[in-house]
């Protein structure tokens, strides 16, 4: 799938917002930390990756009823849902001045589309060397899923959630510089997160 950046300037994916605040200084804490131990900017993303995906709990797999929006908050709790994880992988990027976005997924909620579908999150990464936008998925790799970030081949993607055209699951293609209204609406309308991620996910984009 070709990937569709929603801004044709870069900067537009570094910028700061109330979500992807990444001058929280626990937010330039935790990227030192991880940039002291890179070798180039390949490695940090992996390590970025690697601990949204695995330290950060999804609220769901812990059934955490804490709602975390932004960045800083979903660090501090150490736990969200996916969409909360999302803000925290870009804004630790965003601050090493690594453009990242978000694009969307509609999955169904349960195994079968009698389940209901929900939109799920993910983040779009630009490699400047590579002059590439990719697709990671820092969900948190439970129950079977399989995501991966490969620095050797960054090109290869692998996510948490390969889509079931015949269950009317898709891939948004896009790549947004801010998470989508309605991934918004359902972090700001909802008090619990498990009450959230089974009747107050958005079906759509």
Known sequence: MKLIPKSGNLKDYLEESFYVNYSDSTIVDKSESLYRLSENKLE???????FVRDTIDHSWDI?????????SEVLEAGEGICYAKSMLLAALLRVKGIPS?????????GDTPDTGHCIHCLNGVYLEGEKLWIRIDARGNTFGKNAQFNKA????????????????????????????????KALETNEDALDMILHGLPEAI
């Open 153 to 184: 081949h960054p090109e290869r993607e692998q996510l948490a959630f390969p889509v079931r055209p015949e269950c009317g699951e898709k891939d948004y293609p896009e790549i947004y510089v801010s998470p989508a209204p309605a991934i918004i």
């Open 44 to 50: 940090y993303i992996e390590k970025v990756f690697r």
């Open 101 to 109: 976005g978000f694009c969307y997924q509609r999955l169904t909620i």
């Open 63 to 71: 059934q955490g009823h804490r709602v975390t929006r932004t960045a």
